[in-house]
């Protein structure tokens, strides 16, 4: 593999995808709820693991709403409903700088026989003397708010396609890949699936992103941020007494570091596995699973996956024990900047100490000015001789001169 391509390949897919997360959702992508994650085919072995289902008996309301979140339509079995993109003719085919490459998305035959299935293909060279490469879509990985990767697998390894899709531009390059190059050889690690799914079964390495085929759960299911709940549902079940120690977790009542440990577990980036990959139990503490490299203070930081070393910067954070979870609320999609802005005016009032400049207009939008929307350049899509970068939330809480307003007219 390319030097380059070895420096991206780990923060790449954890990056793309928790650029995603972070999106928000247009309506017509919730359509795409309707394409949850399944696990008939591939059940997860983990043996205390009880599903989503279980608990939706008792917190159906949650549960549904949760699962129209980014968080939980992260990564999905690939078909109709979850793939972004267009198989028809016209739209199909991603040009590159090459001009003896393209690629061709399609949708035929599976090589089982058992259906129609989707696939890329790569086509070098120039006719009648023409190689071609296919490969089938498995997963998606992405809720779609702003775009999806796609993952294929050969035997038990687990690769990056080639080909992405953007809402904005179509197919594209995947992200870090050279444009011109048929690349079908970027392997996908554990610490990317562990922010990226719930669970993943990993098979003895070399190489290092082998995996069961029926061992694994997509999306980010209840159980990854409560614990492994079938005693709990069997407890409810039953009718008996709660025991002396709770069975299932309850992040809003961690303290306040162990509430940090768990959004950093996939928001304060990709960092050094310490342990084998879903070792991690929600509550623990965070750097005996995982080290995270501390910033260089002398060093910008990117937008993306430094939310949480961004947020502990802020005045906000040290001055008070905010954490993640005093403005978001993972069970729904928050979308509104209104709302959000609200749990910035529970401090910072009008007319008060806390309410800085009294010439600022009080907003009904605290957010677009002191969390700007920024591109990162750690994630780069390479398609038709142009680059595009996403934009993601800033989470360093504080005064940007190129978005203060102007002063509130006397």
Same mark, same amino acid.
């Given at each position: 593999?390319?030097?380059?391509?070895?420096?991206?390949?780990?923060?790449?897919?954890?990056?793309?995808?928790?650029?995603?997360?972070?999106?928000?959702?247009?309506?017509?992508?919730?359509?795409?709820?309707?394409?949850?994650?399944?696990?008939?085919?591939?059940?997860?072995?983990?043996?205390?693991?009880?599903?989503?289902?279980?608990?939706?008996?008792?917190?159906?309301?949650?549960?549904?709403?949760?699962?129209?979140?980014?968080?939980?339509?992260?990564?999905?079995?690939?078909?109709?409903?979850?793939?972004?993109?267009?198989?028809?003719?016209?739209?199909?085919?991603?040009?590159?700088?090459?001009?003896?490459?393209?690629?061709?998305?399609?949708?035929?035959?599976?090589?089982?026989?058992?259906?129609?299935?989707?696939?890329?293909?790569?086509?070098?060279?120039?006719?009648?003397?023409?190689?071609?490469?296919?490969?089938?879509?498995?997963?998606?990985?992405?809720?779609?708010?702003?775009?999806?990767?796609? &993952?294929?697998?050969?035997?038990?390894?687990?690769?990056?396609?080639?080909?992405?899709?953007?809402?904005?531009?179509?197919?594209?390059?995947?992200?870090?890949?050279?444009?011109?190059?048929?690349?079908?050889?970027?392997?996908?690690?554990?610490?990317?699936?562990?922010?990226?799914?719930?669970?993943?079964?990993?098979?003895?390495?070399?190489?290092?992103?082998?995996?069961?085929?029926?061992?694994?759960?997509?999306?980010?299911?209840?159980?990854?941020?409560?614990?492994?709940?079938?005693?709990?549902?069997?407890?409810?079940?039953?009718?008996?007494?709660?025991?002396?120690?709770?069975?299932?977790?309850?992040?809003?009542?961690?303290?306040?570091?162990?509430?940090?440990? &768990?959004?950093?577990?996939?928001?304060?980036?990709?960092?050094?596995?310490?342990?084998?990959?879903?070792?991690?139990?929600?509550?623990?503490?965070?750097?005996?699973?995982?080290?995270?490299?501390?910033?260089?203070?002398?060093?910008?930081?990117?937008?993306?996956?430094?939310?949480?070393?961004?947020?502990?910067?802020?005045?906000?954070?040290?001055?008070?024990?905010?954490?993640?979870?005093?403005?978001?609320?993972?069970?729904?999609?928050?979308?509104?900047?209104?709302?959000?802005?609200?749990?910035?005016?529970?401090?910072?009032?009008?007319?008060?100490?806390?309410?800085?400049?009294?010439?600022?207009?009080?907003?009904?939008?605290?957010?677009?000015?002191?969390?700007?929307?920024?591109?990162?350049?750690?994630?780069?899509?390479?398609?038709?001789?142009?680059?595009?970068?996403?934009?993601?939330?800033?989470?360093?809480?504080?005064?940007?001169?190129?978005?203060?307003?102007?002063?509130?007219?006397?």
């Amino acid at each position: 593999m390319p030097p380059h391509l070895l420096m991206i390949r780990a923060s790449t897919i954890l990056g793309i995808t928790l650029a995603f997360l972070l999106r928000p959702m247009p309506q017509s992508s919730l359509v795409m709820a309707q394409s949850s994650p399944k696990t008939d085919d591939h059940p997860a072995t983990q043996p205390d693991s009880t599903g989503d289902e279980a608990c939706q008996s008792c917190h159906r309301d949650k549960t549904e709403a949760f699962h129209q979140t980014a968080h939980y339509l992260t990564s999905r079995d690939a078909g109709p409903g979850s793939i972004l993109g267009t198989f028809s003719p016209g739209g199909n085919v991603l040009k590159t700088a090459n001009p003896y490459l393209f690629f061709r998305m399609e949708e035929k035959q599976d090589s089982a026989g058992k259906g129609m299935a989707f696939f890329q293909t790569s086509v070098e060279g120039q006719s009648p003397r023409t190689t071609e490469r296919s490969e089938q879509f498995a997963l998606v990985i992405g809720s779609g708010g702003k775009g999806q990767t796609y &993952l294929y697998w050969k035997e038990d390894d687990l690769f990056q396609l080639p080909v992405s899709y953007w809402r904005t531009l179509g197919w594209v390059n995947s992200p870090g890949y050279r444009d011109g190059y048929a690349n079908f050889d970027r392997p996908i690690t554990p610490r990317c699936l562990e922010c990226h799914a719930t669970y993943f079964k990993t098979l003895p390495p070399p190489p290092d992103n082998r995996y069961s085929k029926q061992g694994y759960t997509l999306g980010i299911r209840c159980e990854k941020c409560h614990g492994l709940g079938r005693a709990h549902a069997e407890r409810e079940k039953s009718g008996s007494a709660p025991p002396p120690q709770p069975d299932t977790l309850n992040p809003a009542r961690f303290s306040r570091d162990r509430q940090i440990d &768990l959004c950093a577990w996939c928001h304060a980036g990709h960092g050094k596995s310490l342990v084998p990959a879903f070792s991690y139990q929600p509550g623990s503490d965070l750097k005996q699973f995982i080290e995270l490299p501390r910033p260089d203070p002398d060093a910008p930081l990117d937008v993306h996956g430094n939310q949480v070393e961004m947020l502990k910067q802020s005045r906000c954070f040290i001055e008070s024990q905010m954490t993640c979870l005093t403005c978001h609320d993972v069970h729904t999609s928050q979308h509104d900047l209104a709302g959000f802005s609200n749990y910035c005016l529970s401090c910072h009032k009008p007319d008060s100490p806390a309410f800085l400049k009294q010439s600022h207009p009080a907003s009904g939008n605290c957010i677009d000015c002191h969390m700007p929307l920024e591109e990162t350049n750690l994630i780069i899509f390479d398609s038709k001789g142009s680059k595009a970068r996403p934009k993601i939330r800033n989470h360093w809480i504080k005064i940007y001169p190129q978005t203060s307003p102007s002063p509130a007219p006397r």
